[in-house]
């Protein structure tokens, strides 16, 4: 059964870093998109960047970029989101998904077909 699962979530301090991973059981049966989001209470889920399986195209939202940096492990079906000089409004639950996606909708949850559980990350100041 193809499967998501995020790991690295934790507390850090503002301005600190975090590494998130996402594997899955076979990436490439999976789609040809991973991407992160993240969701705080009472909010919808926010696409924060997503990566192609093959290839190297790359998607940020604006808030994340040059702070966040994808990179992807095909031989360990793991995609990564280094996540660096974090704010407090990184703050979340983030989430991994994957489908065959359109990419100029990377950032719309219903792209996606396969969701991880989640990991969460807070940031304080």
């Known amino acids: 059964q193809a499967q998501l699962v995020e790991s690295g979530g934790g507390s850090v301090q503002a301005g600190g870093s975090l590494r998130l991973s996402c594997a899955s059981s076979?990436?490439?049966?999976?789609?040809?998109?991973i991407g992160w989001f993240r969701q705080v209470p009472g909010e919808e889920r926010e696409g924060v960047a997503a990566?192609?399986?093959?290839?190297?195209?790359?998607h940020y939202a604006d808030s994340v970029k040059g702070r966040f940096t994808l990179s992807r492990d095909n031989a360990k079906n793991t995609v990564y989101l280094e996540m660096d000089r974090l704010k407090l409004e990184d703050t979340g639950m983030y989430y991994c998904?994957?489908?065959?996606?359109?990419?100029?909708?990377?950032?719309?949850?219903?792209?996606?077909?396969?969701w991880g559980q989640g990991t969460q990350v807070t940031v304080s100041s």
């Open positions: 076979d990436m490439i049966s999976m789609g040809d998109t």
């Open positions: 998904a994957s489908g065959t996606i359109r990419s100029y909708r990377w950032a719309t949850p219903g792209e996606y077909t396969y």
């Open positions: 990566i192609t399986i093959r290839g190297t195209n790359t």
